[in-house]
């Protein structure tokens, strides 16, 4: 799909298609529909972001506790959006050894207990150890620094949904 097409969408082919950009929550997309023409996709984008900045502390850890628990329950009932299953497929964690499952689900359910919330990280940009490693590490976090932490991170999972859906331009160079 190409910029000329998303901006030609109705409000609800807009949710749609955009509606799980942020995980399960197709209310951003609702939100930041009114403001289309979109440039580009940096500037829808911005736009979502700039909607997730605007949200009191209680709606941006609504749409923290959107996300599921990485490779937890809604994994092993068949329960994840497409998107993230093939994230958490890519970032290994579909394939977690008994060791590393039992470590995941005792660190996620430390998290959850300290933050109110579900570790968020872009799996796709991580793999197996370094998702563990940063759950480990982010346990220490303050609350509103772990809050701002995990909106970056939804933030960055929005980013590759966005390009998953939108075809941008090929940059084209003089040889």
């Known amino acids: 799909m190409d ?3 998303v901006n030609s969408l109705s409000y609800e082919e807009f949710v749609e298609t955009f509606g799980n950009v942020v995980e399960r929550c197709p209310v951003v997309a609702a939100a930041v529909w009114s403001g289309r023409p979109f440039a580009n996709s940096h500037d829808l984008e911005a736009s979502i972001g700039e909607f997730i900045d605007s949200l009191p502390v209680a709606g941006q850890e609504g749409i ?3 996300h599921p628990d990485l490779a937890g329950r809604d994994l092993k009932r068949g329960a994840l959006t497409a998107e993230s299953r093939g994230e ?7 394939l ?4 590393d499952a039992a470590r995941m689900n005792r660190l996620n359910a430390q998290y959850k207990e300290r933050f109110g919330f579900p570790f968020v990280i ?10 563990l490693l940063r759950l ?13 932490c995990a909106i970056e991170e939804v933030k960055k999972i929005c980013q590759l949904r966005l390009q998953d859906i939108i075809q941008c331009p090929a ?4 040889l």
């Not at 977690?96 to 060791?99: F, H, K, P």
């Not at 220490?140 to 772990?146: C, I, L, M, S, Y």
């Not at 940059?171 to 003089?174: E, N, R």
Request: charged share 30%; net charge positive; with cysteine.
């Open 122 to 131: 872009c799996a796709r940009m991580n793999n197996k150890e370094e998702i």
């Open 96 to 99: 977690l050894d008994a060791g």
């Open 3 to 5: 910029m000329r097409q």
């Open 64 to 66: 923290v506790r959107c």
């Open 88 to 94: 958490q497929t890519q970032a290994g964690l579909t």
């Open 136 to 148: 480990a590490e982010r346990l220490g976090n303050e609350p509103a620094q772990e809050r701002q």
């Open 171 to 174: 940059t084209h160079t003089k």
